[in-house]
């Protein structure tokens, strides 16, 4: 089997819909976001906070690049399909699933989750989020080979539907 593609907003479950689609697949589990923050050795707020969210766009592509043709489960950053150039490179990518999730079930578990700071949303409102948001929606649809509704759903229902449609 080919690799598969995980994009979505943040909060929309690519994390733990990879680690499962992995576990079910027994194809390895690569989150990229940790993969730059290894690679960086600081985290994504700090990156941020030094070099600014457009350094932090380039080491996206870059490890894109790296892992094009690599048969593996990929979570990436809710951010990768902000750039015409990532999307390009998705697109020569098979099969790229969008996790496609509601603002009012993307924003209170962005809330609730304290693992990571995302720079893009912290001390932000949910009507900023929203903003953040609503642009992406087109990237997310143009780059995705398979968009599927997360809404309501389990994890495990949601692997069920990726895994029958791909
Ligand atoms: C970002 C999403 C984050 C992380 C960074 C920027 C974004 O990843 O890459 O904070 O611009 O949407 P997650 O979607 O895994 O939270």
């Known amino acids: 089997m080919k690799g ?3 994009i979505g907003f943040m ?3 690519k994390t733990t819909v990879g680690k499962l689609l992995s576990e079910k697949t027994g194809m390895e ?3 990229f976001d940790d993969k730059i923050v290894e690679e960086i050795g600081m985290t994504i707020q700090e990156y941020f906070d030094l070099h600014g969210e457009e350094a932090f766009r380039e080491r996206e592509t870059d490890v894109l690049k ?3 043709d690599h048969n593996q489960v990929v979570s990436t950053g809710g951010g990768i399909v902000m750039r015409a150039e990532n999307r390009n490179l998705l697109k020569q990518m ?3 699933i969008y996790l496609q999730t509601k603002p009012e079930v993307f924003i209170p578990r962005l809330k609730q989750d304290h693992t990571t700071v995302r720079p893009l949303v912290v001390s932000k409102s949910p009507d900023e989020i929203k903003q953040v948001f609503e642009p992406r929606i087109p990237f997310y649809e143009e780059s995705a080979s398979l968009i599927v ?5 389990t994890p495990e229902e949601i692997v ?3 895994l029958k449609n791909i």
Do not use: K
């Open 66 to 68: 790296r892992y094009l």
């Open 29 to 31: 589990h690569i989150d």
């Open 149 to 153: 509704d997360t809404d309501n759903r």
């Open 94 to 96: 098979a099969p790229v």
């Open 160 to 162: 069920n539907e990726i």
């Open 11 to 13: 909060g929309a479950g």
């Open 4 to 6: 598969i593609i995980l």
